[in-house]
């Protein structure tokens, strides 16, 4: 079955960087594009970004365009997500998808979601 496991979270300072990791298994993983999304405390899901099978074309909400970067390494079947210049209203719990994700809706009683990984900035 299709396994998807977050890590990488943590806490971190304003301005500071994490990098997320998503480990996949039970699917071809470099056939699929794969997304992120995240849930702030108290908030809904928020489509984050989104990456074609090869990871030749990536995607951004506006609120992470131009500090998070979505990649791929389809040799080790994972997922990144490099945040860079983090905020306090990144705080969520980050979720990784297979495939590609209604951004506007997203539902994680659709498709495969991982477990998530909390991200903290705080000072």
């Known amino acids: 079955e299709v396994q998807l496991v977050e890590s990488g979270g943590g806490l971190v300072q304003p301005g500071g960087s994490l990098r997320l990791s998503c480990a996949a298994s039970g699917f071809t993983f470099s056939t699929y594009a794969m997304s992120w999304v995240r849930q702030a405390p108290g908030k809904g899901l928020e489509w984050v970004s989104d990456i074609n099978s090869s990871g030749s074309t990536t995607r951004y909400a506006d609120s992470v365009k131009g500090r998070f970067t979505t990649s791929r390494d389809n040799a080790k079947n994972t997922l990144y997500l490099q945040m860079n210049s983090l905020k306090r209203d990144d705080t969520a719990v980050y979720y990784c998808?297979?495939?590609?994700?209604?951004?506007?809706?997203?539902?994680?009683?659709?498709?495969?979601w991982g477990q998530g990984t909390q991200v903290t900035v705080s000072s």
């Open positions: 998808a297979k495939g590609y994700i209604d951004t506007i809706r997203p539902s994680r009683a659709v498709g495969s």
